[in-house]
C-alpha cells in the first residue's frame, strides 16, 4: 500500500516541526508539500519529498493557473492533482499543525477505506414494537468507502461564531464513528482526510482566500459537493477514526473577519447542489453535471463553474512524466 500525502504551508517553523513528528510514518510514502509563496523559503530533504510553490504552479499551468487560489489552504488542491498523477492507493491531506495521536495513522485511513461504509436503510414508523414489514436481519446498506473524514482531538474544527459563545458557555466537542447516511451532508474538513484516487476529479477545494469574497469554506463546499456525487454513484463516506492531534488554535477574530461573508451563502449553497438531478455513470461526468447545473448567480459563481471545468480538464487520463521521474529517484539506492 502507497500513500501520498498532501500538506499545504507557509510556515517554515511549523512545517519542519509537523515532518520531524510524523517521519516515520511517511518515510515509504510520497510526500507532497504545498508553500504558499511565490518562490520555496525554505529546503525540505527526502527522497520521497516533493516540495511545490507558486512558481510551479504557474510553470504548469500558465494563464489557467488562477484556479489554484492563493494566501489560503485551497493552494493545496494543486498537491491533490500532483498526488493523483503518482498513481498511489490512497491520497491523504493533513494541515501542518496536526500531529499523530498514535502510530499507524496512514494503516488505519487505508482500513477504513478497504472495508464497506455501512448505515441504516431502514427505520421504524413508530417506537416500541416494530412494524409489519420490517426486516429482521438485513436492514444496513453496505457501500464502497471512497472518502474517509478523519477526526481530530485538542482543537475542534469550529468556525468563529461558535468559538466566541464557548467562551461564555463552553461545550465539550464529542467526536462520532460513523458513515454519513446517503442524503445527508456533513462539515468536511480538509485538517485530516483520505480518499481512493479515482474521488480526485470531485476534490477541488474551490476558490477562496485573498483574490475572491470567500475564504475559509472550500473544504466544506467541496465536500458538499462530493456527498452529492457519492451518493448519486452509491459510493459510502466515513467519518471518525484515524484522529490527529490538533495543535495550533487560530485566532477567532481574524478568522470571523475572514468567515463573515460566507455564513449567508453557505445557508443555501448546500440547497443549490441539493437540487441538481444528476444522471452521469462517473465521477467525472457527475462533476461537470454540477458545474453546468449549479444555479447560482454573479461574477464569481461564473468564475467558479470555469474553475471548475478546468480542473476536470486536467484529469485527462494522461500519466504525467512527473511520476515516472519521482519514482526512478525513491527507487535510486
Known sequence: ????????????????????????????????????????????????????????????????????????????SYGYYKAWQLQPDLIITLDD????????????????????????????????????????????REQECALNHGLWNNNPDLDAITVLAHKRSPQEFLTLDQTIPKGAYFPMCGM???????????????????????????????GILVKKICDHLNLGIKSGPPYVNHQKKSDQWMNLSRESPVFKVNETFWQAVDSIALSATDISGAYKEIAEMLRLEGEYWSKLRKAMWLWLEIFSGQQHPAAAQMRAVQAAP
Open 1 to 76: 500500500m502507497k500513500a501520498a500525502i498532501v500538506v499545504p504551508t507557509l510556515r517554515p517553523d511549523c512545517i519542519h516541526k509537523f515532518l520531524d513528528a510524523w517521519r516515520s510514518e511517511f518515510a515509504p510514502h510520497y510526500l507532497i508539500v504545498i508553500e504558499d509563496n511565490p518562490e520555496p523559503t525554505f529546503n525540505l530533504s527526502g527522497n520521497n519529498v516533493r516540495h511545490f510553490s507558486w512558481s510551479d504552479i504557474d510553470a504548469e499551468f500558465g494563464k489557467d493557473s488562477w484556479i489554484f487560489p492563493r494566501r489560503t489552504d485551497c493552494i493545496r
Open 97 to 140: 499543525d496536526c500531529y499523530p495521536e498514535s502510530d499507524g495513522f496512514i494503516e488505519s485511513h487505508w482500513r477504513q477505506l478497504s472495508s464497506p461504509a455501512v448505515s441504516n436503510a431502514w427505520v421504524s414508523s413508530g417506537k416500541g414494537a416494530t412494524p409489519r414489514g420490517v426486516p429482521y436481519d438485513t436492514l444496513a
Open 192 to 222: 485530516n482526510l483520505a480518499w481512493k484516487p479515482e474521488l480526485s476529479p470531485a476534490m477541488y477545494f474551490l476558490l477562496m482566500g485573498r483574490d475572491w469574497p470567500y475564504d475559509r469554506f472550500g473544504d466544506i463546499w467541496c
